[in-house]
């Protein structure tokens, strides 16, 4: 299994940011596949969550209506849209296979700051 984040990077607050995950080494279309977050000197956080047989994704409350997780089974890849960024969404960012983060990539870093 190997996991690539990508597209973190310093926003202001309110700006978005899109990142994208490339996923390989297993059946990505057969996976759900989810976001989780670690901010500084905290730990694992779950984002979101996302199925494979269609359904509505699933959001934390921190999170909901500004997040957007989706994917491309063609590429497998991974997308998170972030919008409305909040200082409190600054974290390492993780794509992983569990909600728990058990499996996951080496993090992209979000920073949102004035």
């Known amino acids: 299994v190997r996991l690539v984040e990508s597209g973190g990077g310093l926003v202001r607050p309110g700006g978005s940011l899109r990142l994208s995950c490339a996923a390989s080494g297993f059946t990505f279309s057969r996976s759900s596949m989810c976001w989780v977050r670690q901010a500084p000197g905290k730990g694992l956080e779950w984002v979101s969550t996302i199925f494979t047989g269609g359904g509505s994704p699933l959001y934390a409350a921190s999170v909901k209506g500004r997040f957007t997780i989706s994917r491309d089974n063609a590429e497998n890849r991974l997308y998170l849209q972030m919008n409305g960024l909040k200082p409190e969404d600054t974290a390492l960012y993780y794509c992983?296979?569990?909600?728990?983060?058990?499996?996951r990539g080496q993090g992209t870093q979000v920073t949102v700051s004035s």
């Open positions: 992983a296979k569990d909600p728990a983060g058990f499996v």
